[in-house]
């Protein structure tokens, strides 16, 4: 079975700042897609961003970068230039590309942005 | 266009009772995922339905726990006899195919079982 852990239960970071949310997994697939969802206080899961498991290139979205590490199983978020609207908790999560693309989440990451 | 809409968007109900959880996905989406989210957790699977096929039932944590999608659109979540630990923010996703495609999400049901 897959598993996805984030350490870091809490962080707290000043606009304009960097920080970086860590998230490891765990599967004996070789094909599969990773992910990051931001859900602020009304609940709504948004789509941050996305990689492909096969693509060696980190994904990038404006502010949002991830650092992708196939071989340590390591998948983290790095948000540049923090904004108070980045106050939210961030799920990292994983599928399979050979199932119905259930999602499997990690616990999550309060992240507080201050000013 | 309306994204994906649930309803009520709190519920409490007494220990044992029976409630209904509905989803109304975006239009056209063939995809349609309930998940479960407790307190200090991430987010569980419960149930995945695809078009015309048989769903994928193997996120239900129990027998009091079942989901039907009435004409490829609108999804109900039933739980029968609910108990406390049935307490949680329970979760819809629709996506416009089964294989990698974006899951958009709901703004959930935070039920309350006393």
């Known amino acids: 079975a897959q598993t996805v852990t984030q350490s870091q239960p809490e962080m707290s970071v000043q606009e304009a700042e960097t920080v970086t949310l860590s998230c490891t997994y765990d599967?004996?697939?070789?094909?599969?897609?990773l992910f990051w969802y931001k859900q602020p206080p009304s609940r709504q899961m948004i789509l941050v961003i996305r990689?492909?498991?096969?693509?060696?290139q980190n994904a990038t979205e404006n502010r949002f970068s991830v650092n992708f590490q196939k071989a340590a199983k390591s998948f983290s978020l790095k948000i540049s230039d923090s904004q108070l609207g980045d106050t939210a908790m961030y799920f990292c999560a994983f599928t399979n590309t050979g199932t119905a693309s259930k999602l499997t989440f990690g616990t999550g990451t309060r992240l507080q942005v201050t000013l | 266009g309306a994204g994906v809409s649930q309803s009520p968007s709190n519920k409490v109900t007494e220990k044992g009772k029976d409630v209904e959880l509905r989803c109304d996905p975006i239009s056209g989406h063939t995809a349609l995922y309930w998940y479960r989210q407790s307190l200090g957790q991430g987010l569980e699977f419960l149930i995945y339905?695809?078009?015309?096929?048989?769903?994928?039932k193997s996120g239900l944590p129990s027998d009091r726990f079942s989901a039907e999608r009435t004409g490829g659109s609108v999804s109900t979540l039933t739980i029968q006899r609910t108990q406390q630990e049935d307490s949680a923010v329970y979760l819809c996703a629709s996506s416009l195919g089964a294989v990698m495609r974006e899951q958009f999400f709901g703004p959930g049901t935070r039920l309350t079982v006393l």
């Open positions: 599967t004996s697939e070789n094909n599969y897609y």
């Open positions: 990689q492909e498991a096969y693509k060696q």
């Open positions: 339905f695809q078009g015309n096929s048989a769903p994928d």
